[in-house]
């Protein structure tokens, strides 16, 4: 198992539910960017290795993003060439920049919620590369958005039931009260 994978299930981000299903482009995560990430773990040893996840996984949407919007107009002619030809086939193709897209976003998301970023810069995110995404699939922007932040959410609730889990339990009273209201 390589260190990305390691810190990958660590924090369950392979069982996100939006992307736990997508075996082949976990793979291809793996693969592709296991090798910078465990340099960027040898140079950068001090660092915690969820931060470094969350750059490599920032850095991958960034390049992603960018390879989709400069590559929309043709996506999208390939899309309605499809729709017009073989409308009964189209849905059988799928674009692999959109598929990687969605994956990594979903993921990238998962772990800002997880480490319990802004909400708010993570709507803003997602809500952006849903536009994308709508643009170049056939599908309305407002549910890409809510899918993706379904997993900043599902992050943040694991991120909660990781570090709850890790703190000790006080006794007696106090302890009872700093439960009952924490939850």
């Known amino acids: 198992m390589t260190k990305l994978q390691q810190i990958v299930e660590q924090i369950s981000a392979h069982q996100c539910s939006a992307i736990s299903h997508h075996e082949s482009s976990w793979l291809a995560f793996y693969q592709q ?6 340099k ?3 140079t950068k040893p001090e660092t915690a290795t969820i931060q470094h996840l969350l750059g490599l996984t ?3 949407h960034i390049e992603t993003s960018a390879r989709v919007e400069s590559n929309q107009q043709a996506a999208q002619a390939m899309r309605q060439a499809l729709q017009d030809n073989v409308a009964e086939h189209s849905q059988r193709f799928h674009y692999q920049e959109g598929e990687q897209l ?3 976003s979903h993921l990238w998301l998962y772990v800002q919620g997880y480490l319990a970023m802004d909400f708010s810069l993570a709507n803003d995110h997602a809500a952006h590369t849903a536009q994308l995404l ?3 699939e056939s599908g309305d922007a407002q549910t890409f958005r809510t899918e993706l932040m379904a997993s900043f959410y599902q992050g943040k609730e694991q991120g909660q039931a990781d570090n709850h889990s890790a703190q000790p ?7 009872w009260l700093s439960r009952l209201f924490n939850r």
């Open 102 to 104: 969605r994956f990594i």
């Open 58 to 60: 920032t850095k991958v």
């Open 33 to 38: 960017h296991n090798p910078l990430f465990e």
């Open 169 to 175: 339990q006080a006794n007696g009273l106090l302890g």
């Open 134 to 136: 709508s643009n170049i």
């Open 40 to 42: 960027v773990l040898a």
